[in-house]
């Protein structure tokens, strides 16, 4: 859980800090978790407020010391509850997405004479957190160049229901290379998980040296945290026809040393038997 942490000051009573989750998952029990100094000041009552609506107060010189107000969406467990002079912590269960998120306040107030007030308020984000990154399936070890690569992204369970988008190489992958987005049925907890396929030519645009990085990312509507990703890294090679005629290029036209002086050579040899000749000539008009 992602906590946050305000602080607020008055002339002799002052709020420490105030803890409560960013987003809490309905799935688990949540703690408010309010700290504070009186500054030689007498407590006179901690009040936690949802939305404006009272659901529990802590009143030490009072009998009974704690009272709980019915307020939709607020489960207090009895024995996550503790108060004292100079903190009070509260536990809620039951969370659910409709009624249990909201703003969440904490008021610590002083006995007379001064009657000092300090507050602090925070919201609260229910859902269903996916317990997982989400999963690429269907890729095999390598590609060549001109393959078609085929994968999904699968994401863990959750509420809301997960958005997915690709990447290919850092950039979102064109919307002709994406399929259509499916659900799963909902789980026992009425969790959804999706799946959005991908399918592209491997070619040269696309790889990074040899490979090419593929990333999913699975993001909550409404849910302040960063979305979840999975990224991988899939070979790509030349094919084997393209090596071989790029060599043959190379061959016939980027002479190598050997080949280089072969004109040089055979003009030589010319040169050479002309003059054989010419002095065979020669010898015989003279005998």
């Given amino acids: 859980m992602l906590f946050f942490n305000t602080i607020e000051w008055t002339n002799g009573l002052r709020l420490k800090n ?5 987003v809490a998952d309905f799935r688990q029990e949540m703690d408010l978790d309010c700290n504070f100094d009186m500054g030689g000041e007498d407590l006179y009552a901690v009040k936690w407020y949802k939305d404006d609506q009272e659901f529990f107060r802590y009143m030490p010189s009072r009998q009974p010391h704690t009272m709980s107000f019915p307020v939709p969406g ?5 024995d996550g509850t503790n108060c004292s002079l100079v903190h009070c912590k509260v536990r809620l269960r039951d969370l659910t997405r409709d009624h ?4 969440y306040r904490c008021e610590v107030s002083s006995e007379a004479p001064f009657f000092r007030l300090a507050a602090a308020t925070h919201n609260v984000t229910v859902a269903a957190l996916p ?11 390598s590609y060549m160049e001109g393959d078609t690569v085929e994968a999904k992204c699968v994401s863990d369970p959750a509420d809301p229901t997960p958005i997915l988008s690709w990447y290919i190489n850092g950039v979102e992958a064109p919307a002709k290379s994406i399929g259509e987005m499916t659900s799963s049925e909902p789980d026992g907890s009425g969790l959804v998980s999706r799946s959005l396929s991908l399918s592209f ?4 645009k696309h790889s990074r040296g040899d490979s090419i990085e593929l ?3 699975s993001s909550l509507p409404g849910v302040p945290l960063s979305p979840q990703e999975t990224t991988l890294k899939i070979p790509v090679r030349v094919p084997d026809a393209q090596v071989i005629n790029n ?7 980027s002479p190598t040393p050997a080949t280089a002086n072969t004109p040089k050579a055979a003009w030589m040899l010319v040169v050479a038997s002309v003059v054989r ?3 065979t000539a020669f010898g015989d008009d003279v005998r």
Avoid: D, Y
């Avoid at 607020?74 to 009895?78: D, F």
């Fill in 215 to 217: 990333r999913c990312m």
């Fill in 131 to 141: 317990r997982e990154n989400p999963r690429i399936e269907g890729l095999t070890t």
């Fill in 74 to 78: 607020v489960h207090l467990v009895l």
């Fill in 201 to 204: 030519v491997a070619e040269r």
């Fill in 100 to 103: 249990s998120g909201g703003a």
């Fill in 247 to 253: 060599q043959k290029l190379h061959w016939f036209n």
């Fill in 277 to 279: 000749w010419g002095l």
């Fill in 18 to 22: 105030m803890n409560v989750p960013l």
